[in-house]
């Protein structure tokens, strides 16, 4: 069973820091990649960060460059995004997602990614 639960969503005002959590079954948990992706309102879902199980390399949107950090905890199977520095157009759906391929060239590609977890909504106010 593939199943990845995100947590740690909500509403924060713009400078302010959030911390997502993405608790994944085993199967999710050692697949190749796991990685934090959003979408606002009309716009397309994009990567935010991703991290390798293999080597724990990460990959960062340049968008989270410098902002967003993301780290695993194999102890309790645990992805996370750790957000500074806010701003408002990091409002989004925010998504845990994960998949077996090391395709590097679409590491951010949230089309190479097949487990996806239900979201948890991010709100960024000034």
């Known amino acids: 069973q593939v199943q990845l639960m995100e947590s740690g969503g909500g509403s924060v005002q713009a400078g302010g820091s959030l911390r997502l959590s993405c608790v994944a079954s085993e199967y999710a948990y050692r697949t190749k990649t796991v990685g934090w992706f959003r979408q606002a309102p009309g716009k397309e879902r994009e990567g935010v960060a991703v991290?390798?199980?293999?080597?724990?390399?990460?990959y960062y949107a340049d968008s989270a460059k410098g902002r967003f950090t993301i780290s695993r905890d194999n102890a309790e199977n645990t992805v996370s995004l750790q957000m500074n520095s806010l701003k408002l157009e990091d409002a989004a759906m925010y998504y845990c997602a994960a998949r077996n391929s090391n395709w590097r060239l679409s590491v951010l590609d949230a089309g190479t990614y097949v487990y996806w977890g239900q979201g948890t909504q991010v709100t960024v106010s000034s």
């Open positions: 991290i390798y199980a293999g080597d724990g390399s990460t």
